[in-house]
């Protein structure tokens, strides 16, 4: 009923900037938090950063300062803006969204497939 796309990972230079993208489409009624994690192998899940409805942020401590997440206008996309990359930060990243469906007025919790960043040395 809901799909999340994301898009914007890739490999880059430690020291380089990526933009990550996230597009919630479907049965929408409003989206509430959106939220960025990251798994690199042998890690567990980190919350990388997130982003109220009403525009609030909370970010790791490993990224302050460096990643910035935003919402598009229309509040159905997110973004994640790294900047000062590290070899540290690659890793699978995933989009996620409680969405609250058009169709049951009810929250729902929505992952995208994950996008890659590599960064390297």
């Known amino acids: 009923q809901v799909q999340l796309v994301e898009s914007g990972g890739g490999l880059v230079q430690a020291g380089g900037s990526l933009r990550l993208s996230c597009a919630a489409s479907?049965?929408?009624?409003?989206?509430?938090?959106m939220r960025w994690y990251r798994h690199a192998p042998g890690n567990e899940r980190e919350l990388v950063a997130q982003?109220?409805?009403?525009?609030?942020?909370d970010y790791a401590d490993s990224v302050k300062g460096r990643f910035t997440i935003s919402r598009g206008n229309a509040k159905n996309t997110v973004y994640l803006q790294m900047n000062s990359l590290k070899r540290e930060d690659t890793a699978a990243y995933y989009c996620?969204?409680?969405?609250?469906?058009?169709?049951?007025?009810?929250?729902?919790?929505?992952w995208g497939q994950g996008t890659q960043v590599t960064v390297s040395s």
């Open positions: 996620n969204a409680v969405v609250v469906l058009s169709t049951t007025l009810r929250p729902y919790d929505y």
């Open positions: 479907g049965s929408i009624f409003n989206i509430n938090t």
């Open positions: 982003i109220s409805s009403s525009g609030s942020t």
